[in-house]
């Protein structure tokens, strides 16, 4: 394995204890939801791939990084404060009467671009900076990741539609298919399968990976800034919900709770035992 | 004031006045939901780069125009009034309203305005849901002099906005240069009765006040365009009020006449209040032969008005 692969699984483990940490601190925040796509973001933030600057968070030529899946929060304030775009004692006060955040994300902390908890909503937003981007002819590439249980807001599909038609090449859009909703398996609620052929039927390229492989999430986005290609991309990445901590996977009750006492505990031992693996 | 006939519709006067702003300022956008007017066919043509149209899709409509304007583009959107408003209610509260961003929803054909589309068409609780959005402001427009000058000020804002207009050509009540920054405007001078009037309604409300004088009452006629209700301006106007009569094409809950009376109710102003509008008791309007057919049975042509101010005089 490479050393750049190797320190990407550090981070990623690093930050599941961070979300682990102020969720388990606070009682609440969505851990679920945030392990299925810690190496998707992870891979964003730290893989090289994102132009970001923490000292000045509205730089314009950063690209956009839009969290449609706001219930992931935690997960983008975890790497956020790693990053320095605020003090990571703020961690500390997550849903605290002093705090600056809580379950889902909100515009005004520095590096997030949008507030997002309804779902459906980000990925148009995200389709609207990449027109922005296109009328300008600015270069910022324009990220955003969605929820396989959002996929079901029939707003996405107009989205998709819409950005295929005018090309928006500088759109990337990430699935975090970790097959749960709150309630149950998608492929039990309503299907959503075939999947990728829903996004190509509306005009996208389509990649199928796996969402825990640094390797392939890389390989996905080899060569993003300069493809040719006028399709959006939209990477469905297989993932696993709870993704880290055994008894927290697959485990749709667990979808809104964060594990708190014995049952953090017992979810930080799994977590550093696999990094001592 | 003056009340010069010409019969101009103020859809075409806004996108116009729109049109002129955007090819002195590239970064101004319209997206339409496939909603057309002959203004747009010219903007299309002639700055086909700064119009988008996303097809019958106003959530669509609404989330690209808040990334539109997270990235300092100035955008107006445009669709059917209630397509625009209720279709995607929530885009607009979780996004325009609750980022505070400056996007202008143009929204067509106030009331019955469609009169002969049915209800599907018809926008009457608009109002009551768009005056209640946190930092967004609803400017309800009476005449094609104000949809032009709206045009510019909704240019201007540095938050979102609803400007609701009717489908109909009006009379032009106000003349090029009238101020509109107080959000309403007293019409007419009377001392029996004071109407308070919105949008296409306040054209109504000019004929009862002519009417009324057959039967030597005198009415105040205030036009009240802006909501939230600038409650310094509209005190002052109501200052010397007897009893307060408010006439809308829209449903009561929540609607204009509902807003007077929060206004009165916080200032401790206690002064009869009759609400004319539509009652929801009567359910949606299922009828047709026209708009003023419509007005007949709920009680809003201009006989009824007059007998229910008069009814209330006693």
Redesign the interface.
Known sequence: MSDRIEKLKQKANYIRNQVLDMCAKAGTGHVNSSFSCVEIIVALYYGGILRFDPRNPKWRDRDRFVLSKGQSSPLLYAILADLGFFPEDELNRFNQADGIFAVHLQHDVPGVEITSGSLGHGFGIAAGMALAAKMNRDLPMVFTLLGDGECYEGSIWETAMFASHNRLNNLIAIVDRNHLCATDFTENIVALEPMDEKWQACGWRAININGHSFEEILAALEGFRSRKSTQPLVIIADTRKGKGVEFLSDAPLWHSLAPKGQEAIEAKEELNEKEND | MTNDLKNISMRDVFWNKVYELARKDSNI?VVSADMGAPALDKFRKDLG??F?N??I?E??A????????????KVFVYAIAPFITLRCY??TR??LA??NLAVTLVGVGAGFGYDDSGPTHHALEDLSIMRILPNLTVNNITDSQMAAAFADISYRMKSPNYVRLAREALPNVYQEGDDFSKGLTVLKEGKDICIVATGNMVHRALEVAEDLKKYNVTAKVIDLYTFPINEKMFLEAIEDAQKIVTIEEHTLPGGMGGAVAEVLADNQKFIPLKRIGLDLRKGYCYKYGGRESIRSLLGLDKDSIVKAILDLKQ
Do not use: F
């Open positions: 956008v780069s700064q988008v996303v097809g899709a959530q669509n609404v989330l690209l125009s808040a990334g539109l304007a997270l990235e300092r583009k929530e885009q979780v996004n609750g980022m």
